[in-house]
């Protein structure tokens, strides 16, 4: 859902798989540790040649295979909920695109965005590619802190 801002799907994935790596310690599942920490460092190391302007992409072979690997932790250590709540910038995107498409063919060729995924929608409101990025980025690190918050909760 982000393609074309590929930093933005990079840190969300660096950013969540990174704080799977402050869950508390849970018996036998030290390998997912190591998995987190080589998956964030990947991240780090793909950012770095992909910042603009990119020397190489990561298409969705490379998105779809983080997005699986934050969702088989999430199911691992038994943390569903607090992926749904990392993850919400993802989620925001994704759901912007099936609001848009069921809205467009409901009410016969009106849009609820400019343009879909939500990302597009912003730069199309005058809004720069780094400025979203950035911002984008800012939101998922609270959400995620928020996430890391609850588990003091329970």
Request: aromatic content about 10%.
């Amino acid at each position: 859902m982000a393609l074309g801002m590929l930093p933005l799907c990079v840190v969300a994935g660096w950013e969540v798989g990174a704080r799977y790596l402050l869950v508390p310690y849970i018996p036998g599942a030290g390998e997912l540790a190591v998995v987190c920490g080589a998956m964030a460092g990947a991240c780090l190391g793909f950012l770095w040649w992909n910042c603009s302007p990119a020397l190489m992409f990561m298409g969705d072979t490379g998105a779809l295979c983080l997005g699986g690997l934050l969702g088989f932790v999430a199911m691992a250590i038994r943390q569903e909920i607090l992926m749904l709540l990392m993850s919400g910038v993802l989620l925001v995107e994704l759901g912007s695109v099936a609001l848009q498409t069921t809205w467009y063919r409901l009410s016969g060729g009106r849009r609820v965005f400019r343009c879909a995924p939500y990302h597009w929608h912003l730069q199309m409101g005058g809004w720069p590619e780094q400025k979203v990025v950035v911002r984008l980025w800012i939101v998922t690190l609270m959400l995620t802190v928020l996430a890391l918050a609850t588990i003091k909760v329970r």
